[in-house]
Structures are given as structure tokens and as C-alpha cells.
């Protein structure tokens, strides 16, 4: 107890002393009584929170305090009283970031989330759905599962969804936020009309495609570089009430891509004559039924994958679904044979179940679970997702699940599904490859500390080195999604021509750089 006391109090001396350096020499007491409605906190929990997040990688990052905003005022109090003192302000959506992202070290962790909200903090407002209107306005640390939860009780549900729902929006926004309707619909970012936004001025400024149309698209898939998204205004559709789900499977590469690329051809056709959602994995172990990402078990074909013939060790799984209202079913069966009949997966591989859309999009919690309740959701995760052109998937398939991956157990699902690049707005800051057709490779891995070498956190980190040390080598134009990079150099290549635009951007929303610096793409002010 007399630790913690005299801890806190180091805390809040630090705290105090950096916020009265810099040119504009702010009162001490300025910071503790900004005048938040919130509340900031230096509590060790709150600390310690704020330290970590899912990659469980980087080394711990202790920011000086955490605030609980109340409102966006308080955030956008927040980041004016950081402004010109040099201290970093990051946002936390809710901590899904893989290599420290979210942190700020030194600086202050704005706890966006409102399930984390303290219960001095007044509540901030849920989710408002504008029926008629198609969208609904969302706190920026607002969980996608919350913003399901409201839209349905209005019958109504995003377009585009990312896999898991315990993501925030500001967080899978400043990123892209994508899963398997993006080829359709395009990612979460080319689902929004309006957003809220505290810039690294401190000004809080509504962005759309006609108003501040700079700052709107700089912070969709800005990294949280150029400001703090308070409220989204998100696109919605009717909700389907519920899903059928196929898996098929290849033992050939290029008929599965072939086939990927034909399924997400379709996306301009009417709904009844494509699929709502493609995706597909690899399986270069027992990944199919050892696959957390879902439980999923077909009814009407409970074959064991032992039994089909593999190329190179390797089989391919095409995941696609069929939303549907409850009561045409047969026109629903009628639909998916014609397009199953169009495929050419190896005969007698389909799997398919039936459930609610809710259970469907919500599919990753329920392995969540499964893993926590084992102690292996809270493990170090070296994840690499890269989006590869379509032109090289082939190589890659050869150099990668083939190569260097072998017969080694994969430690998680590998993912790999294609988009359509006309879905993705040039304008966001996201960038992807110079094709019409790219594909997300998604290693989801987590590290054991096991005897087994190739479950080790060394072993895979060092095994996506390889994977993309290989890209570079043979020439393939591939962009990390969920980018992490430690030198400016690297974040130049990997903007490319849009590096001079993110800049610009920079000098223009975040002078002083004191935001999202957990990113390390731009030195902090000293
Ligand atoms: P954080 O990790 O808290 O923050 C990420 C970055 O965004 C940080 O730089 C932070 O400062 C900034 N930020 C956070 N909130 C805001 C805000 N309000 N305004 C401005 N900047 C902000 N991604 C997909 O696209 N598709 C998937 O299917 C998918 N599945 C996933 C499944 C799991 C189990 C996990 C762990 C991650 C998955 N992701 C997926 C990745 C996810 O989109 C990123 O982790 C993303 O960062 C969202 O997580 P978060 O809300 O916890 O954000």
C-alpha cells in the first residue's frame, strides 16, 4: 500500500514536471484540473492498462496518466493542454493493436472505450440510430458488437464488418477495418459519412466528403495521426435475420484464387446472384479443425479433411455465406447451388451450417472464450497481415505456404481472401497495392513458451522476417495492413506516393507530433 502511494505520487510529480516544459509553460496544476468532466487518472491499474495491449510484444510503455474523457471536450481539453508541451496523446480504442500502436510513453493514453468508463465519469451517450435516415452516430470508442447490439433493435446493421466486434470504431477506422463483405461494400472506412474529430491542435472539427474534407479523409486509415475521432456516422442496411455458411475446399492454388476472383467479380450483381461474404484460409496442419477463428461444424458433412489429397501438404479453404430473411428458404438453397455449381472445389468438400446473423458476425468471440478459458488468448501474438497483388499470389503461394511456413505447424489460422481496389477511396490514407485485385494473407499466430522451437515467440517473429525479407527479394509489391515499422525510411517506402501527401497532412493537423506516437512514424517534439 505504501509503494503504491509513494509510486503514485513519483507518477503524478512526472506528470506535473513534463507539462510544465516547453516554450508556454503550463501551470502544473493545469493538467490534474484541465477542467475534465472525466477523469484523469494516475491510478497504477489505470497505468498499467494502458502499458499493453493484445500483441503482448512490445516492452510495457507506461504513459503518465490516463483520461477517462466525458465527452469530446474533455478530449479535445486534453490534447491543447499537450500541445506545445511536447507530450504525447494517444488514443486507445480498446488495445487490439499488435506492436504498441495505441501507446504513449511518457505522454497521456486517452481510454476511449466506454466499457471502461469509470463510475465517477458520467456515461456517455450509446449509439443513435436514424432509421430513416440509414446510419448511425457512435462514440469513437464505441465497441462494433455495441453499435450491432443497437442497430438491430431497429432491424438494422452496418454494411462492412471486420471478424472479431470487440474492435473500437476509431480503431479498426484509423486502420480500414475489413473482412469478407469489403469486396462488396469496400472496408469500414468507405462506409462512413461523417466524423468528429479532435485535431492534434485541439480543435474539435465535423469532417465529411464536403466539409473539412481534408481532415475527413486523413484520418481514415490515418494511424491516428492527425486526430482523435470522437463520433462516426456510420452507413447502415437492412439486417439479415440469418446466414448460411459454406466452407469448400481446394487442394490446387490456382483454382481456389481463381475462383475467389471470380466470386468477388460479382460484387456489382444483384444479391441474389453472389455471395455477402468471401473469405478463405490455409491449412497447412490440422488448421480446419484445429481453427479458432470459428466452432464451426457442418450437420450435413461431418468428413474428416484427413482424407483428401493435398498439393504439397497444403489444402485451400473458400468461406463464403448467404445472408437471408427467415422465410425464403428455398429460393435461399436455389441461389447458392447455382453459384456453388459455378466453383470447382473438390467434389463432396462442402461444408455447410445455418445460424443467426448476429452468431455469424459475432464468431470470434465464442472461440475467444474457448482459448480464455484454456490461458491461451492472453499470449504474446506476432501477427503479419500484408496485402499482396494479385499478379505475384501465385509466388507467394510458392515462396510462402509452400516454402517457407514447410510442414510446420502454423501456431493459428492464415487467412487470404481478395478485394476490389474501386471499393477502396484513393483519397483515405490507407495504402494498398497498384492492382485492380489484392489479397489480405492474414499469419494470426500466438507464441507458446513451449519446448516445441516452432511455437516459440523467436521462432515466428523471426519466420515473418523471412516472409517479408521474401517479397522484397522477389520483387513482390506487397503492403503490410496493420503496418509496423521503426524508421521513417521504412514508413517512406511504405507510403510511397502518398508519403509527400501524409506529410503534408502531418504538418497541418499535428505540428507538434505529439499524436499516436506508439506508431514511431514521426519523432515526438522535444
Ligand atoms: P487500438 O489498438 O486501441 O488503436 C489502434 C490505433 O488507432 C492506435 O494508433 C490508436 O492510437 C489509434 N486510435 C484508436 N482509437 C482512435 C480514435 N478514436 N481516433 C483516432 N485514433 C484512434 N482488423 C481488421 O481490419 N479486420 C479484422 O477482421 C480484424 N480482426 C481482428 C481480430 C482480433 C482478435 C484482433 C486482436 C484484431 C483484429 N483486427 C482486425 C485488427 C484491428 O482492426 C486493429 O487492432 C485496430 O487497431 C482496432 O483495435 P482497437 O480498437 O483496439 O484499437
Known amino acids: 500500500m505504501a509503494t503504491n502511494i509513494i509510486i503514485l505520487t513519483i507518477a503524478t510529480c512526472l506528470l506535473l514536471v513534463s ?64 500541445t506545445g508541451n511536447c507530450l504525447s496523446v494517444s488514443a486507445r480504442g480498446h488495445g487490439h493493436s499488435i506492436n504498441g500502436q495505441a501507446h504513449a510513453e511518457n505522454g497521456v493514453v486517452i481510454e476511449m472505450s466506454r466499457s471502461r468508463s469509470r463510475s465517477k465519469t458520467p456515461i456517455l451517450a450509446g449509439p443513435r440510430v436514424l432509421e430513416k435516415e440509414r446510419y448511425v452516430d457512435v462514440w469513437g470508442g464505441e465497441l462494433w458488437i455495441e453499435v450491432l447490439r443497437e442497430t438491430l433493435k431497429h432491424g438494422l446493421a452496418p454494411k462492412s464488418w471486420t471478424d472479431y466486434l470487440y474492435l473500437s470504431v476509431g480503431g479498426t477506422l484509423s486502420n480500414a ?8 461494400h469496400g472496408p469500414q472506412i468507405s462506409n462512413v459519412y461523417e466524423v468528429d474529430v479532435v485535431t492534434g491542435k485541439g480543435q474539435l472539427l465535423t469532417c465529411s466528403e464536403e ?6 479523409y486523413a484520418v481514415l486509415g490515418g494511424l491516428g495521426q492527425f486526430g482523435i475521432i470522437t463520433r462516426a456516422r456510420i452507413a447502415v ?48 496442419d490440422e488448421g480446419l479443425i484445429n481453427n479458432w477463428r470459428s466452432s464451426f461444424f457442418s450437420p450435413s458433412n461431418p ?25 425464403n428458404v428455398d429460393a435461399i438453397d436455389q441461389e447458392i447451388e447455382a453459384l456453388l455449381e459455378k466453383l470447382h472445389f473438390i467434389p463432396n468438400s462442402v461444408f455447410t451450417t445455418d445460424l443467426p446473423y448476429v452468431d455469424f458476425l459475432d464468431r470470434v468471440h465464442k472461440a475467444e472464450l474457448k482459448l480464455r478459458s484454456k490461458g491461451l488468448w492472453d499470449v504474446p501474438h506476432p501477427w503479419l497481415n500484408i496485402f499482396v497483388p494479385k499478379s505475384r499470389i501465385d509466388d507467394f503461394d510458392k515462396g510462402v505456404f509452400k516454402g517457407i511456413l514447410g510442414n510446420n505447424k502454423t501456431s493459428g489460422p492464415i487467412l487470404i481472401y481478395p478485394m476490389n481496389k474501386n471499393k477502396w477511396d484513393q483519397r483515405s490514407s490507407v495504402v494498398t497495392p497498384d492492382e ?12 507458446l513458451d513451449t519446448a516445441e522451437e516452432t511455437r516459440t515467440l523467436e521462432y515466428l517473429t523471426n519466420q515473418n522476417r523471412q516472409i517479408l ?12 495492413y496493420l503496418p509496423h515499422y521503426t524508421t521513417q525510411k521504412e514508413w517512406m517506402d511504405h507510403f510511397g506516393d502518398k508519403w509527400d501527401q501524409f506529410y503534408r497532412r502531418k504538418m497541418e493537423f499535428d505540428p507538434q507530433r505529439i499524436l499516436a506516437t506508439g506508431q514511431v512514424i514521426f519523432k515526438p517534439c522535444t
Not at 525479407?469 to 503490410?480: S, T
Open 19 to 82: 507539462l510544465s516544459f516547453g516554450l508556454t509553460v503550463v501551470p502544473t496544476e493545469q493538467l490534474l484540473h484541465i477542467g475534465v468532466d472525466g477523469e484523469l487518472s494516475v491510478e497504477l491499474s489505470d497505468l498499467d492498462a494502458a502499458s499493453f495491449d493484445f500483441g503482448r510484444l512490445s516492452l510495457q510503455a507506461e504513459p503518465l496518466a490516463v483520461l477517462h474523457p466525458a465527452s469530446a471536450e474533455d478530449v479535445a481539453r486534453l490534447v491543447k493542454a499537450a
Open 177 to 184: 477495418g475489413i473482412s469478407g463483405q469489403t469486396f462488396n
Open 211 to 216: 466539409r473539412n474534407s481534408e481532415l475527413f
Open 237 to 284: 442496411e437492412l439486417a439479415p435475420q440469418r446466414v448460411r455458411w459454406i466452407r469448400v475446399l481446394y487442394s490446387n492454388f490456382s483454382t481456389f484464387t481463381k475462383d475467389q476472383e471470380f466470386l468477388i467479380s460479382l460484387h456489382g450483381n444483384p444479391a441474389s446472384q453472389r455471395f455477402d461474404y468471401v473469405e478463405g484460409f490455409v491449412i497447412v
Open 303 to 327: 468428413v474428416k479433411i484427413t482424407s483428401v489429397n493435398s498439393d504439397g501438404g497444403v489444402l485451400y479453404c473458400l468461406e463464403i455465406t448467404k445472408n437471408y430473411h427467415g422465410h
Open 436 to 447: 485492380d485485385v489484392f489479397y489480405l494473407v492474414a499469419f494470426l499466430r500466438s507464441a
Open 469 to 480: 525479407r521474401f517479397c522484397d527479394d522477389a520483387g513482390i509489391k506487397a503492403k503490410q
